[in-house]
């Protein structure tokens, strides 16, 4: 009978004992239950569905004929189980929309423990009676774990693991595209990542935001707190006396953001690394004190004052008899404190100021000595361009013709003393001899 025949259990053709048939319905409906709930969860296939009830239906009413109709024993077993199975079919329809309903709103706040706080309710029954809304249930729930595995590799990219980071966005932008209707649920997880960013330490934040700045999407935040952390790293590594570092952070504040708010402190960070830099060069060229690279690499420290009028401080190099004699004033060793870098050479004689005579001991006349000034070449750098200001030779004047004068004899032959001699000369000598190098 129809009515039977609408439990899709084959029960009227049971009852006009057609049990073949009966089996064939079953069976159809078991397989399009199957395919329903597997392969094909659209609403086409529920109007199939539908057609294949309606045609069981009309055919039990053509098969049963007015007499098997008018048996009212028949219409109770019918109603018996065709209303029970229809009723149940209906309130789990309707509880699998009441779940949708949740999971929908989910979807629209962004919210993915809501949206599996719901699937979890969903089981077979809820499939066979709606199936499509159960498929649109199964996409909310993959993209809810791939938003999860997306989540994970974002917090794993932080600090400075690009690869992380670039893994996260394509299944971010999978999702998007694959799995339409979950972009606010992407867009949470995206926006959380974010809200992470400016706690990070600002060298670690600017790792992270060199790839960051090329993805659109982060590109708002990555505009607000990257200026900030370049800078901020810069000041780091150059407290850290890693100046190359540290310029190329501030250069790269000032390439990618010339008018934002920290422009001033990355113009002025450059020069404090360059400044940096040369101060490192200078103090390496200077650290063999015996002969310093300066003196044949000449360096500039742009920092150091320039050479002018007053005294001009000097880090002295080479002859150290004489220029250790000079004034604590116009000495110094640390760069940070010159003007000059002063390179002496070996000292000769100069100019001859007198010749006296001393007895000879060894042929019995006189033997003549010559007194020289005593000369000394010099290179002089300004420390502030590295530039010759001086290539000089500055003499040493003294006392002469002292009564006796001091030399050195070989075995028992006495030759006299040499025939040229240096002046003796006064500290205030040594300091006349350089002061116009060192005093302007």
Known sequence: MAVGNASFLGVGYLLLGRRRTAVGNVVGTVVLAVLQVTAFPTVWFEIVVLVWWAAGIVHGWFLAGPAARNRWQDWVVALAVAVPVLVVAALLRFD??????VVADARGSGDCAKAEAALDRVWWSHRLADAPLAAAG???????????????????GLPGNPDQLKAGFDILAGVRTELPGHDRMADVVLDGFLAK????????????????????????????????????????????????????????????????????????????????????????????????????????????????????????????????????????????????????????????????????TFTGFPDDVTFHKIAIPLKAYELRTGKLVADTKVEIGGTSCPP???YTSYGYTDLGPPPDM???????????????????
């Open 197 to 360: 960013l400016p706690a990070q330490n600002p060298c670690d934040l600017a790792v992270d935001t060199d790839w960051l700045r090329t993805h659109q999407q982060a590109g708002a935040v990555v505009d607000l707190t990257r200026p900030g952390a370049l800078v901020a790293c810069a000041d780091g590594l150059l407290a850290d006396n890693d100046w190359r570092s540290a310029g190329t952070r501030y250069q790269q504040a000032l390439d990618e953001y010339p008018h934002s708010a920290v422009a001033a402190r990355a113009t002025e960070g450059v020069q404090k690394a360059k400044v940096a830099g040369e101060l490192a060069n200078v103090r390496s060229l200077l650290s063999n004190t015996s002969a310093p690279e300066y003196c044949s690499k000449p360096a500039p420290y742009s920092a150091a004052p320039p050479y002018g009028k007053g005294t001009n401080r000097a880090i002295f190099s080479g002859n150290d008899d004489f220029t250790n004699r000079l004034p604590a004033d116009w000495r110094v060793t640390d760069p940070t404190k010159a003007v000059l870098i002063v390179c002496a050479g070996d000292d000769t004689n100069g100019t001859a100021v007198r010749t006296c005579q001393y007895e000879g």
């Open 138 to 156: 199964d996409a909310t729930a993959e993209a809810c774990g791939r938003l999860r595995t997306a989540a994970e590799a974002l917090a794993e």
């Open 96 to 101: 699998a929309g009441s779940i949708a309903r």
């Open 422 to 440: 240096a002046v003796d000369a006064s500290d205030a000598d040594v300091r006349a001899a350089f002061a116009s190098l060192v005093t302007r």
């Open 404 to 406: 006796s004068v001091s």
